[in-house]
């Protein structure tokens, strides 16, 4: 029977702390969620396609971002395409993030698409749509804090596995 150096040991608690893990919760990385909420995205009408990634300051402060690109230039279609986008991710998200933001563009989805996007969508018509307390636009995003987020979509809880 092998067992791991104290040092190795160390190393891995370390590396684990750091991807968020938590002990008491199934394992879930921020990679196979951003994998799993771009999978529930990926499934809304005029959606082609999306990239989430995570933003921490500490244990309980993560945030989402998710880019969302759509094949329709037609706002009542745009603004819809976010709404269930929103609710797509509170829905499929492995943590409660304290915001959830998003960031419309036309297609095609990027290489890179960790930058701000030359065909992005004014997100000021998508905000004065959904109308959701709590939220602003900074940019190319529109952000909306957990809260709002429960009072719109449901209460957020952990997805079923």
């Given amino acids: 029977m092998s067992q791991i150096p104290r040092a190795g040991a160390a190393v891995a608690a370390a590396l684990a702390s750091s991807l968020g893990l938590v002990a008491c919760s199934p394992v879930a990385t921020e990679e196979s969620m951003a994998t799993v909420v771009e999978s529930a995205v990926d499934s809304v009408d005029h959606v082609t396609g999306s990239f989430a990634a995570f933003t921490s ?20 279609l745009i603004i819809a395409a ?10 499929s998200v492995g943590i409660r993030p304290t915001t959830v933001s ?35 636009v900074i940019r190319q995003l529109f952000m909306v804090h957990a809260g709002s987020m429960d009072q719109r979509y449901g209460e957020w809880a952990e997805p079923a596995a």
């Avoid at 993560?62 to 009542?76: A, M, P």
């Avoid at 976010?82 to 829905?91: E, H």
């Avoid at 960031?103 to 004065?128: F, G």
């Fill in 57 to 76: 300051s500490g244990a309980s402060n993560s945030s989402i971002l998710v880019n969302i690109y759509v094949d329709t230039t037609d706002e009542s």
């Fill in 82 to 91: 976010a709404d269930d986008s929103l609710r797509a991710i509170w829905q």
């Fill in 102 to 136: 998003i960031s419309v563009a036309t297609t095609p989805k990027p290489e890179n698409p960790l930058r701000l996007e030359a065909n992005a969508i004014d997100p000021a018509p998508i905000a004065i749509g959904l109308a959701i307390a709590d939220s602003r």
